[in-house]
């Protein structure tokens, strides 16, 4: 996923545009350990896009978080980061990145056994050929990625994910941005059931995108939730994993698999290294 702008030009644009968001200057440096979360390509582009919408008056910049197992990443996890985005637009917020979050392997080998449980490794990595699909479709319109860390709770790595973007364009800028980068954990309304802390405040603040026959609580919503609406298709990670387990690799496609996913997956089905108790 190729960046917009050249790193120098990137870095004169930072510097140029900023100065009107920033407070005094900050001596706060980014953790290693988020560093290694973020690749320097996809933190670049990220960085290159604030800067855009800064320049254009913005103050409101936002980035997604999408966690799951991703056992594996189809159409419709995309399609919920692109309806989080948009319903954001409409208040008046910028998304300047949105990241799939893949849960650990025990998680995952907890949730489907790991005779089922693709690797952590293996999900970030068809996570990103997602998302470069997506970008693909989109005239290289980079704008998802995966966060690396393996962690399940969504909330703490949208802490993370918010804390890390607004330190990293700081940075860059030469100070402290007068308007946080506040990051929004996406979710579906089945969350919110389980969970059943609808009616509180939460933050960080939370999209729930909404699903055709499951209802969302009746209550008012605390402070913090967001609700996206829009078309959506019904799409199954279990139903993905039945239809590989039968080898019917273009049923795939039909299930909301791109196609460099599903020959990623085949690579790895045909050396036994798909799933982790090959």
Not at 25 to 54: G, N
Not at 92 to 120: E, H, N
Not at 131 to 139: E, H, I, K, L, V
Request: include cysteine; proline fraction near 5%.
């Amino acid at each position: 996923m190729g960046g917009a702008f050249g790193r120098s030009s990137a870095a004169h644009t930072l510097n140029a545009v900023c100065q009107a968001s920033l407070e005094k200057p900050s001596a706060t440096r980014r953790s290693p350990d988020y560093e290694r979360m973020c690749s320097k390509q996809s933190l670049d582009e990220i960085c290159d896009r604030a800067a855009i919408r800064l320049h254009s008056g913005s103050t409101a910049l936002a980035a997604l978080v999408l966690p799951g197992s991703f056992n594996p990443v189809h159409s419709e996890h995309i399609r919920s980061l692109e309806l989080a985005r948009s319903h954001l637009a409409g208040i008046g917020t910028t998304v300047v990145a949105a990241f799939l979050q893949p849960s650990s392997d025990d998680y995952v080998a907890g949730k489907v056994g790991a005779a089922w449980a693709m690797s952590l490794a293996d999900r970030i990595s068809t996570c990103e050929l997602a998302a470069q699909a997506n970008a693909s479709t989109n005239g290289g319109d980079s704008w998802i990625y995966a966060w690396r860390s393996g962690q399940a709770n969504g909330f703490a790595v949208a802490r993370h994910v918010g804390e890390f973007l607004g330190t990293a364009v700081s940075e860059r800028c030469g100070g402290r941005l007068s308007h946080p980068i506040e990051a929004y954990m996406v979710c579906g309304v089945d969350v919110v059931l389980r969970w059943g802390k609808w009616e509180r405040p939460i933050h960080p603040p939370a999209v729930v995108v909404a699903r055709p026959g499951v209802a969302l609580p009746e209550t008012q919503p605390g402070k913090g939730w967001h609700v996206a609406e829009g078309d959506t298709q019904p799409a199954s990670s279990t139903q993905i994993r039945e239809a590989i387990g039968a080898g019917r690799w273009e049923r795939l496609l039909e299930l909301g698999c791109e196609p460099s996913v599903v020959e990623f997956m085949r690579t790895r089905s045909e050396s036994g290294t798909l799933f982790m108790a090959q």
